[in-house]
Every structure is written in structure tokens, then in C-alpha cells.
């Protein structure tokens, strides 16, 4: 059934009308959109439209929201993981993790491997540290960094094999 729109009261060349239908595939919603487009001497045309992830119409899983609200992190660590995930948003950072997850490395190799100055890498690895992803241990007037512990090596790596995938 179309209902009539004021470009089709009016006359104007065309009107749209939007019918979705909906598909679960896994766990995504697939929702495609058909428009039907009417021009005023009586012709119909209908072009397909496949939009992943959006719904056109609102409604509201009442018991599952309910269920994920319940479970819904803090602020505060939905803050430190959203920092978290700052601090590895740099490349600079992210080339010392790679190399930390090796080997551990004092400054001056850090900077060897990544060609990068040593102040340039002492301050990356504050940064890292601050969030808890690098520890050091000094050794004479040598200090050593490393992966704080393996949770640091398992997050890196698991989202290196994601990109690389």
C-alpha cells in the first residue's frame, strides 16, 4: 500500500515511498530498502538499497537492553579504556610495543630499532608507562624496558593479528 505524499498531491515529477524488510544473518541485521519511485505520467521504478547495520524503523529489545545495562562498565573504566586505547593510537608507541613484545631493550636500542631519537623514545615510554603497558628494571647505568605482563602482550597481539588478518 503507498500512501500518497504531498509531491504526489502536488504533482512533482516523483514520489518516495521507503518499504524495509529485515534478515538476521548470524547475529547482524541485514535491512534492505526498497524505494519505489512514481513519476506523475504513471511510471514506476524501484532501485534496491543494502544498508548494513542501520535500521530504518526504531525498536527497542526491551529485556536485552535491560540484560546489557546490568553488565554496562563504569565511566570511569569505560574512561581508563578509552585512554588505554589512546595512548596505543600512536605509531611511534605502537613500533616500542612491537619491539618490547621481542626482546627487552634499553633507550638506546629502542632508538636503534625504531630510528627515532633516545629523547624521543624516553618520552614514549613515560607515556607507556603511565598507562602500565612498559616497566623497566635498571641494570647499572643501563635501564631495561619491557611488556609490563603478559596481559600487555596478549592485547597487542591479538590486535595485531587483527589487522594483519
Same mark, same amino acid.
Given at each position: 500500500?503507498?500512501?500518497?505524499?504531498? !509531491?504526489?498531491?502536488?504533482?512533482?515529477?516523483w514520489?518516495?515511498?521507503?518499504?524495509?524488510?529485515?534478515?538476521?544473518?548470524? *547475529?547482524?541485521?541485514?535491512?534492505?530498502? *526498497?524505494?519505489?519511485?512514481?513519476?506523475?505520467?504513471?511510471?514506476?521504478?524501484?532501485?534496491?538499497?543494502? !544498508?548494513?547495520?542501520?535500521?530504518? $524503523?526504531?525498536?527497542?529489545?526491551?529485556e536485552?537492553?535491560?540484560?546489557?545495562?546490568?553488565?554496562?562498565?563504569?565511566?570511569?573504566?569505560?574512561?581508563?579504556?578509552?585512554?588505554?586505547?589512546?595512548?596505543?593510537?600512536?605509531?611511534?608507541?605502537v613500533?616500542?610495543?612491537?619491539? &618490547?613484545?621481542?626482546? !627487552?631493550?634499553? $633507550?638506546? #636500542?629502542?632508538?636503534?630499532?625504531?630510528?627515532?631519537?633516545?629523547?624521543?623514545?624516553?618520552?614514549?615510554?613515560?607515556? &607507556?608507562?603511565?598507562?602500565?603497558?612498559?616497566?623497566?628494571?635498571?641494570?647499572?647505568?643501563?635501564?631495561?624496558?619491557? *611488556? #609490563? #605482563? #603478559?596481559?600487555?602482550?596478549?592485547?597487542?597481539?591479538?590486535?595485531?593479528?587483527?589487522?594483519?588478518?
Amino acid at each position: 500500500m503507498i500512501i500518497p505524499t504531498y !509531491e504526489h498531491i502536488f504533482r512533482y515529477h516523483w514520489v518516495s515511498a521507503v518499504f524495509s524488510a529485515y534478515f538476521v544473518s548470524g *547475529l547482524r541485521f541485514i535491512c534492505i530498502h *526498497l524505494r519505489f519511485q512514481f513519476s506523475e505520467q504513471g511510471g514506476m521504478g524501484m532501485v534496491q538499497e543494502l !544498508e548494513a547495520g542501520r535500521c530504518e $524503523v526504531s525498536c527497542i529489545h526491551e529485556e536485552n537492553v535491560i540484560a546489557v545495562r546490568r553488565q554496562m562498565i563504569r565511566e570511569d573504566t569505560a574512561q581508563d579504556l578509552a585512554d588505554l586505547f589512546k595512548t596505543l593510537g600512536d605509531p611511534t608507541r605502537v613500533k616500542l610495543l612491537f619491539a &618490547l613484545m621481542k626482546k !627487552e631493550l634499553c $633507550v638506546c #636500542d629502542l632508538a636503534a630499532v625504531i630510528e627515532v631519537s633516545e629523547s624521543a623514545v624516553s618520552h614514549q615510554l613515560r607515556v &607507556l608507562r603511565s598507562q602500565k603497558l612498559v616497566k623497566f628494571r635498571r641494570e647499572g647505568r643501563v635501564v631495561y624496558y619491557s *611488556l #609490563d #605482563d #603478559d596481559h600487555v602482550h596478549k592485547l597487542f597481539g591479538q590486535g595485531l593479528e587483527h589487522v594483519t588478518e
